[in-house]
Nanobody
C-alpha cells in the first residue's frame, strides 16, 4: 500500500504559477510511475503529467499543458512536483497524485494504470 499526500493547491490569477507537491510513503519500492491527474466539476478525471520514477525520469504530458507544466521527481524524498506556469482558467480543477507500476513507455496517462491515489488539492485560476 502506498500513501500519497498532495499539497500546494491555491487560488491564483490567470498567467500565474503554482507548484504542487506529492509525498509518497509506504511500499514505494513497488512504484515505478507517478502522475498528476485533475478533475473539474462534472468532468472526467484526466491525466496531466506522468514520470517514470525507476529509471530515466522520462516524463509525458497532456497536450493541454505541454510547455506550461513540468513534472519532476526527487527520489531522496519520494516526492513528485508539478510546476505549473502560465496558468489558464481551464486549469481550474482538483489535482490528484497517483502512483503505480506499469511497463515503460506507451500512454502513461491512463488512470487505470494507477493503483494508489491521494486526496487531491484544489487549484483555482481566476481572471
Amino acid at each position: 500500500q502506498v500513501h500519497l499526500v498532495e499539497s500546494g493547491g491555491d487560488s491564483v490569477e490567470a498567467g500565474g504559477s503554482l507548484r504542487l507537491s506529492c509525498v509518497a510513503s509506504g511500499n514505494t519500492v513497488m512504484v515505478n510511475y507517478m502522475a498528476w491527474f485533475r478533475q473539474a466539476p462534472g468532468k472526467e478525471r484526466d491525466g496531466v503529467a506522468a514520470i517514470w520514477t525507476s529509471g530515466s525520469r522520462t516524463a509525458s504530458y497532456a497536450d493541454s499543458v505541454k510547455g506550461r507544466f513540468t513534472i519532476s521527481y526527487d527520489g531522496a524524498k519520494d516526492t513528485i512536483y508539478l510546476q505549473m506556469d502560465q496558468l489558464k482558467l481551464e486549469d481550474t480543477a482538483k489535482y490528484y497524485c497517483a502512483a503505480g507500476r506499469r511497463h515503460e513507455g506507451g500512454n502513461a496517462l491512463r488512470k487505470e494504470d494507477y493503483t494508489s491515489w491521494g486526496q487531491g488539492t484544489q487549484v483555482t485560476v481566476s481572471s
